[in-house]
């Protein structure tokens, strides 16, 4: 008898102690699944802060004239939306009250409208706009600045024609300021008559006004597509801004050449009765010439270098679009028309002599 009692007490034993090891694990389910829903919710709400940041900045740059007003509305909106995130117990709701916040700002900034009513710089000063009947393209105001300094020019403003059955090909040059991760892209065509036609995506710049990677990527700038001959567009760069300019002969087919300038032609006269807004990170000199690309050859794949542009011309390299019989640090070297544009200053054979010794094009893809 006295074994059984034993027997039976270990057993309560054992069974308080699985019991007790049981609340325990509950309990440190319990406290995991809390800590686990406190990060999830406090993650969220860091996730949140760039658009708390992005919209007090936009009233900042694009709201009231005055700094004051400006400045005052940025900061209660900050404080305001940060109140809705952190102070209320229950995030649903404080999410619901920033979204709506949030949604009003979002629709006021998408509908401050672009204008060409401004007081524009003399280099932007007129729309380009064209004209095609048949094979013949005439585009008007064709700039052609003469600089004696980057800041001190005389705008000139041409009227020329283009026979569309005479392009050769397409070149690409890529203009560095700073940083190799980012460049500035010019599309050039060549024609058999011995033209080129220049066509760079820039910024519209109002008398004053200088360009701000930061201001760009709100609603400062209109979007100005400059037409120009090489001259102009490229000894700008190399004489007079001391950037490093890369010209890349590309393997576009004339026919696809051709179908790309008419649909710049039809953007260009798009722009003269509704403008649109530059967007540093949307709507740039790269975005831009991929957005008139995809209507001619379908979907483009994405790949990071389109918007970190400066390497743009080794993502082609590795798809073939520029020369690839040389390595591609020589096809870089050997690319490079810095010198030859300062010894062909206002030469008349400008286009010819920055190509001299240039690689050649690659042969268009077999059909």
């Known amino acids: 008898m006295p074994c059984r009692v034993a027997a039976a007490a270990r057993r309560r034993a054992a069974m308080d102690n699985a019991c007790g090891r049981l609340a325990s694990w509950r309990r440190l389910g319990t406290s995991t699944r809390s800590f686990g829903a406190a990060f999830l919710r406090w993650a969220l709400r860091l996730l949140l802060l760039p658009l708390v940041a992005w919209a007090a900045a936009a009233l900042w740059f694009d709201g009231p004239s005055s700094h004051a007003l400006a400045g005052t509305l940025a900061a209660l909106f900050a404080a305001t939306a940060l109140a809705m995130l952190i102070v ?28 060409n009513e401004r007081h524009w710089m003399a280099d932007v000063a007129e729309l380009p706009y064209g004209q095609v009947d048949g094979d013949t393209l005439t585009l008007h105001n064709v700039r052609d600045c003469r600089y004696v300094t980057e800041t001190d020019y005389e705008a000139r403003w041409d009227t020329r024609t283009y026979d569309l059955s005479g392009i050769d090909g397409l070149d690409l040059f890529l203009c560095y300021w700073g940083p190799r991760e980012i460049a500035h892209t010019i599309l050039s065509w060549d024609f058999a008559d011995g033209q080129h036609l220049a066509i760079s995506i820039e910024t519209r710049k109002e008398v004053g006004e200088e360009y701000s990677a930061v201001r760009g990527f709100f609603r400062q700038y209109e979007l100005y597509y400059v037409v120009a001959d090489e001259r102009d567009v490229i000894r700008l760069r190399t004489d007079y801004r001391g950037e490093d300019v890369y010209l890349y002969r590309l393997r576009t087919p004339p026919d696809r050449a ?39 050859v379908g ?44 010894r062909a200053g206002q030469d008349a054979d400008f286009s010819g002599m920055i190509r001299s010794g240039i690689p050649g094009r690659p042969p268009p893809p077999a059909r």
């Open 258 to 296: 051709r179908q790309l300038l008419l649909q710049y032609v039809e953007k260009l006269n798009g722009l003269v009765t509704q403008p649109a807004w530059y967007n540093a990170l949307t709507h740039n000199c790269t975005t831009v010439i991929f957005d008139n690309v995809r209507p001619i």
């Open 88 to 115: 209320p117990r229950r995030l649903l709701r404080g999410l619901l009250l920033f979204a709506a916040l949030f949604l009003v700002v979002l629709l006021w900034w998408l509908s401050i409208p672009p204008s």
């Open 299 to 342: 979907r483009v794949p994405f790949d990071w270098r389109i918007l970190l542009n400066g390497r743009i011309d080794q993502m082609l390299y590795e798809q073939g679009v520029i020369n690839t019989s040389l390595p591609f640090e020589t096809l870089r070297e050997r690319s490079h028309v810095n010198e030859m544009a300062r």
